[in-house]
């Protein structure tokens, strides 16, 4: 059964600063998410991971998949406020359409 | 192009009332999904519709039903509300594999 954490759970951020948001995901995956939830808001995706050594940007985000690893990251470049936001990964079950999402990690840039 | 739509925003339950929650879609995805969010732990799958005419169980199935009317619409149904059902519910839309597209939610109270 696939379970996926996400670490931290909460970051505070200075503006201009970089940080890492880490997803480890617990069996094989053959694809790796990430959303945005602004609060009270729905979810916007962001990424998706289909292979080994993946990484796509956009704007001050960055997100890699390791497979080998079981790893995915959202690095954050240069914070700006905006930015704030929780952000969740998600693995999705190999051979079907379901998704697991981890807990979420809220972000939060002060300025 | 409305996306996902869901019905309605918010909703105020007293214990062992039923109701449904509409789901709709118009991006002609075969697939459709219901998630309850509940703080601190992501998005949790309640019932799963990978196409027309056919439904399944996810993490959380217990108190709930689902009905996939046609391709374009997927009900939930809580038969006998509950406070543990109190949540955030969204509904989701994608094609095989693919990134899920969310509705804007329902917030339910069970009081």
């Known amino acids: 059964e696939l379970k996926v954490e996400q670490n931290p759970l909460f970051l505070s951020m200075q503006e201009g600063k970089n940080y890492t948001i880490y997803c480890n995901y617990s069996?094989?995956?053959?694809?790796l998410y990430w959303y945005r939830q602004d609060p009270g808001k729905s979810l916007e995706s962001l990424f998706v991971?289909?292979?080994?050594?993946a990484v796509k940007q956009e704007g001050r985000l960055m997100a890699s998949l390791d497979t080998k690893a079981r790893l995915s990251t959202l690095h954050i470049t240069a914070a700006v406020h905006d930015l704030s936001a929780t952000y969740f990964c998600?693995?999705?079950?190999?051979?079907?359409?379901?998704?697991?999402f981890g807990a979420g990690t809220i972000l939060r840039v002060k300025s | 192009n409305a996306g996902v739509t869901q019905t309605p925003k918010f909703q105020v339950l007293k214990t062992g009332q039923s109701m449904t929650l509409q789901c709709a879609q118009d991006?002609?995805?075969?697939?459709m999904y219901w998630y309850r969010q509940d703080p601190g732990m992501g998005l949790r799958l309640i019932y799963y519709?990978?196409?027309?005419?056919?439904?399944d169980k996810g993490e959380v199935p217990n108190g709930y039903n689902v009905s996939r009317l046609n391709k374009r619409e997927f009900s939930l149904r809580l038969e006998s509300a509950a406070p543990s059902q109190t949540s955030v519910y969204f509904c989701?839309?994608?094609?095989?594999?693919?990134?899920?597209?969310f509705g804007p939610g329902t917030r339910l109270t069970v009081t």
């Open positions: 989701a839309s994608s094609e095989v594999k693919d990134k899920q597209y």
């Open positions: 069996t094989t995956s053959d694809r």
């Open positions: 991971l289909l292979s080994n050594g």
């Open positions: 998600a693995g999705g079950s190999q051979g079907g359409n379901k998704l697991v």
């Open positions: 991006m002609n995805h075969n697939s």
């Open positions: 519709s990978a196409s027309e005419g056919t439904t």
